[in-house]
């Protein structure tokens, strides 16, 4: 399983593109979060948009749904196909709003993809090629819920990926069997009832700490960076970085 970083920046970033992952596991395309630029983003890293044909999303924030409307309309108009986008059922009617303020009307949508929504505080769904997504709900923005995700291969390496949240213990004692995980991070103390503060996340055991790379970035990093890599184990992501498990 190919694990490419085609944006780790928060949503105030002017420099790069927003939070996201390509997911590719033997020829099989799955995008995590659709963020503005998504075709911009995948064309820079040479990926082929026509086997992007599936999209799961974490929240209903524009950092992170952004460009479905864009990927759904190439593919469709590009290669006429369909996009199919996974997201949980208590996203549904956040996601017309959504629909309806870009001047899409949803019955049009509906044509561009398939939707599939399922129902629970934690779910996991088993793919044909062999993948298997837990969603783990979480707390981001008060009445808006966003999804951790942790896929597992068939091998037994799992990826996880925070999504947008405060800092919960629990989430961690979810996520640290995993072999990479992608966790948000804010370096901003004001913002620890919506994202996890760095000293929060500093906490943890120096083992977990080493598989974590940071994501949701600010455009300009501390100057502290180079003594929080060194000091705490944790790790930065990079645009275009790839991983391997
Ligand atoms: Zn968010």
Not at 39 to 52: A, H, P, R, T, Y
Not at 61 to 76: D, E, K, Q
Not at 157 to 166: A, D, L, M, R
Request: charged share 25%; proline share 2%.
């Amino acid at each position: 399983m190919k694990i490419i970083v085609l944006g780790n920046k928060n949503s105030l970033s002017l420099k790069g593109y927003n939070t996201s992952f390509l997911i590719i596991n033997n020829y099989d395309y799955q995008l995590i979060d659709c963020p503005p630029g998504i075709l911009q983003s995948l064309s820079e890293n040479n990926i082929d948009i026509k086997n992007v044909n599936e999209v799961w999303i974490t929240h209903l924030h524009t950092s992170h749904i952004g460009g479905l409307l864009h990927l759904a309309n190439y593919r469709y108009n590009v290669f006429n196909e369909k996009t199919r986008v996974i997201v949980p059922v208590y996203f549904i009617a956040d996601l017309k709003t959504f629909f309806s303020v870009m001047n899409s009307d949803w019955e049009n949508m509906i044509d561009l993809m398939e939707l599939s929504f399922t129902n629970s505080k934690y779910f996991r769904i088993k793919k044909r090629n062999g993948l298997i997504f837990e969603f783990y709900r979480v707390f981001h923005i008060k009445k808006k819920f966003c999804y951790s995700i942790k896929i597992n291969n068939p091998e037994g390496k799992k990826v996880f990926i925070s999504g947008n949240t405060k800092f919960d213990k629990k989430l961690i004692d979810f996520a640290k069997d995993s072999n990479i995980i992608f966790h948000e991070v804010t370096f901003d103390n004001s913002q620890k009832n919506v994202h996890t503060y760095i000293d929060e996340l500093n906490t943890l055991d120096l083992k977990i700490k080493k598989k974590i790379y940071m994501t949701n970035l600010p455009d300009k990093l501390p100057k502290w960076k180079w003594i929080i890599k060194r000091k705490t184990g944790l790790n930065f992501t990079k645009e275009k970085q790839e991983f391997i498990i």
